[in-house]
């Protein structure tokens, strides 16, 4: 067992929170708790993941594990009768979360509104789900139901739910500081004013639950989850300075703080959890994307399943602080896998080899050593999650009701709820193949899109993913069809398919047409996401390293925080011999994006020509580390070692890889060609 | 704003200031009371049920069309 670092671990999310919402309200001394935080912690951006869709993300962070493996796939799922679908359940959830893990290992631990946390688990604490907070649909002065199973355990029932919050419970003085001239709305033609009620409501019963635990519960880890801020945001972001294009100018100044209100309610209700937790609490604080609060605010919102989620930013917030935890430094290229992870650490406990993430070390006041096991979901023992028979996979149980309908075993749902039924279960079958895509596994993907796209053809979006994992498999041809196929449908070219062909001439290596697309979706919309990164990537091959450098120097304009974008103005800049410039790119996007071998790598190569050896044979170890195939990288040690740093024993071991496992390898993969 | 007590022992709530003084408690409420958390919607309700307070603004920011449908369905029954 390693040192454990921290007492008590409380981990606090806010969904949507974005350090470019948050720094210039700290500036301006508006958020005290956070800053006080920072000022005593590490902080840094925590990437996202793809879908980034709320239940998937959060399901990650509780699990260090990607959506395949958790089952949590989409805001709905069939019910298990098959007649209507339902917002997606705890039940769901086919892996340990790190509640059942640290119970597993004698911790008592307390979740609170977690999504998706319904219904309540059996943990040793206390567990309130996410339906607790949900009330108003209740009439005002109605009995204030509530869901059963939404509270474990029973004995404290009542007492949380006497804490909730009806928005109708709000008056002007909770009110006015959102909406200053709150009284002059007009509520029969604009019902913004009980949007924000809504939002404050449930955020302060949240928080009265946790608070409320807090006081008179035990607890060694608590989970709290708070998703105001997504709503303020989902709400209100197109309100917020500055004045976007097409918001009439009366509504921007009624609702142009909400948004940063709603920030300042959540640093109010922090400073309370932080003054509850104690000193020697660990206290992590995290979003599980961000949201996009700037000239990047997309001017619409896609018609279809989840799109509202084209307003996510990929980039969400982290902030820890606590005994062990460095004092005001950054962290750089932490991933919401990496939350589970690092609470195992923190309590000593090892990281299973099953986790997609790893332990935050450099957010640690000293080295650690890492313990590692197979996998927690074979450590036996009770762990808080609900039996296996109330545990279900809405999916494969579609699948069952869908035969027992077509034996005629059952009727099936009407119309209108069997095309619910489908579209949930489609839709979730596209979120699995992205999350495959995003985790490079393109192979795991490919299926689903082919059969999505023949069931849907008409379907865009299945179809321009679909061509999208061709190309990444290489298999350029078959995007191809794809994309001329949905052009056919469409009947008129948008940038996007302008983009996706030039990214395919690119990959067919027709340089020339690959430009001369890409410019045709300049002209239609300059502001595409990833349209001059491939436009520098083009140029990079085509060895133009000045217009390479343009175009990337215009992506780092659109968001300066895209890695890609500092990783290919870097390149550009070392192949014209500026070093120092291209080191400070490279180490920029290795700093948004830690796990990146090739920037590991060329960082190496640029320390190199910079003459600070050892860091470059850091840059190259973390690269092999990352990514250990890449033979270039292992040459490069294998010198460094022998002729600049005089340890021949590593350069040995690098050499002996070399023949060992690459060489294999490559005789391997020349077999299977032949 | 600081509490002096736990939040389910009602009768002896008192919410103090930063500089130790006792925290009149409006009966309209505050954000700084929902921040408070358990201990500040406590002590607010306790204040409200004093005073027999109704508040001014609950048809204003109450959802219209759950209040319609239950009147709908009362009305039906």
């Given at each position: 067992m390693s040192k454990k670092l921290a007492k008590k671990v409380l981990l606090i999310g806010w969904d949507a929170a974005d350090w470019k919402v948050i720094h210039p309200l700290i500036d301006s001394g508006k958020m005290p708790a956070l800053e006080k935080l920072i000022n005593t912690g590490v902080m840094g951006n925590l990437a996202t993941l793809d879908p980034p869709l709320s239940p998937m993300l959060w399901t990650s962070i509780a699990t260090g594990k990607t959506a395949d493996k958790h089952g949590i796939l989409g805001f709905t799922q069939p019910d298990p009768e098959g007649k209507q679908i339902r917002p997606v359940l705890?039940?769901?959830?086919?892996v340990k979360a790190i509640w059942n893990i640290l119970m597993q290992e004698g911790y008592k631990t307390n979740v609170v509104g977690w999504w998706p946390s319904h219904p309540a688990e059996p943990v040793n604490g206390v567990y309130v789900s996410n339906f607790y907070h949900k009330l108003d649909k209740i009439p005002l002065h109605a009995p204030r139901k509530f869901a059963q199973d939404s509270i474990h355990p029973k004995r404290i029932e009542k007492m949380l739910m006497s804490l909730r919050v009806h928005p109708g419970d709000l008056t002007y003085a909770h009110l006015l500081p959102f909406v200053p001239d709150a009284a002059s709305v007009d509520q029969d033609k604009d019902r913004r004013l009980n949007s924000v009620a809504k939002i404050i409501a449930e955020a302060a019963t949240v928080h009265a639950a946790a608070t409320w635990i807090m006081e008179n519960e035990e607890w060694d880890f608590m989970a709290v989850y708070y998703d105001a801020i997504d709503h303020f945001s989902h709400g209100f972001m197109n309100f917020h300075p500055p004045r976007m294009k097409g918001i009439h100018k009366k509504m921007f100044e009624r609702y142009k703080g909400v948004t940063n209100a709603g920030y300042m309610f959540h640093d109010m209700m922090l400073e309370r959890l932080i003054e509850l937790a104690g000193p020697d609490t660990t206290i992590i604080l995290i979003s599980d994307h961000g949201f996009h609060s700037d000239h990047l605010r997309p001017r619409g919102i896609p018609k279809e399943p989840a799109g509202p989620a084209v307003q996510h930013r990929p980039y969400g917030i982290i902030c820890m602080n606590g005994p062990h935890i460095q004092r005001d430094e950054l962290i750089f290229g932490s991933t919401l896998l990496d939350i589970t992870p690092t609470i195992l650490t923190l309590f000593g406990l090892p990281v299973a080899r099953d986790m997609d993430g790893k332990p935050l070390i450099q957010a640690f006041d000293e080295p650690i050593k890492l313990d590692t096991i197979k996998s927690w979901e074979e450590v036996a023992g009770e762990c808080g999650m609900h039996p296996s028979d109330k545990r279900q996979d809405p999916w494969a149980e579609q699948d069952a009701l869908d035969q027992l309908i077509a034996l005629g075993y059952i009727e099936p749902p009407d119309e209108n709820a069997q095309k619910a039924i489908d579209r949930t279960v489609n839709e979730s079958k596209f979120y699995l193949a992205r999350v495959f895509m995003h985790s490079r596994k393109m192979k795991d993907a490919l299926p689903i899109l082919e059969e999505l796209y023949e069931n849907f053809p008409e379907e865009q979006r299945y179809a321009l993913r679909l061509a999208q994992c061709y190309v990444e498999l290489n298999r350029t041809a078959d995007a191809k069809k794809i994309v001329d196929e949905t052009v056919k449908k469409a009947k008129k070219r948008t940038p996007s398919i302008d983009l996706l062909y030039g990214r395919l001439f690119l990959a067919e290596g027709n340089m020339e047409r690959a430009i001369e697309s890409l410019k045709n979706a300049e002209q239609a919309n300059s502001r595409l996401p990833g349209l001059y990164q491939h436009l520098g990537q083009t140029y990079l091959r085509m060895e133009r390293w000045k217009d390479a450098e343009q175009a990337f120097i215009k992506a780092i304009s659109i968001d300066r925080d895209n890695s890609l974008s500092h990783y290919g103005i870097g390149l550009a800049y070392l192949r014209q011999d500026k070093y120092l410039e291209a080191a400070d790119e490279i180490l920029t996007a290795v700093g948004l994006t830690y796990f990146f071998p090739s920037a590991h790598y060329y960082l190496g190569e640029t320390l190199v020509h910079l003459g600070y050896y050892d860091r470059a044979a850091e840059a190259f170890e973390v690269c092999v580390a990352q990514s250990p195939g890449i033979k270039k990288a292992h040459l490069w040690l294998v010198d460094l070692y022998k002729k600049?740093?005089?340890k021949p024993e590593k350069a040995e071991e690098h050499e002996r890889f070399i023949v060992e496992k690459i060489k294999s390898e490559e005789k391997k993969h020349r077999k299977r060609k032949k | 704003m600081k509490k002096n007590s736990k939040s389910n022992e009602r009768n002896e709530l008192k919410i103090l200031t930063k500089e130790g003084k006792e925290f009149e408690v409006p009966a309209e409420g505050s954000l700084g009371l929902l921040a408070l958390g358990a201990v500040g919607i406590q002590a607010w309700r306790k204040k409200q049920r004093e005073m027999n307070y109704k508040n001014p603004n609950e048809n204003v920011i109450v959802e219209k069309k759950v209040d319609e449908k239950k009147k709908a369905k009362d009305n039906d029954e």
């Open positions: 705890s039940t769901s959830r086919k600049h740093l005089n | -």
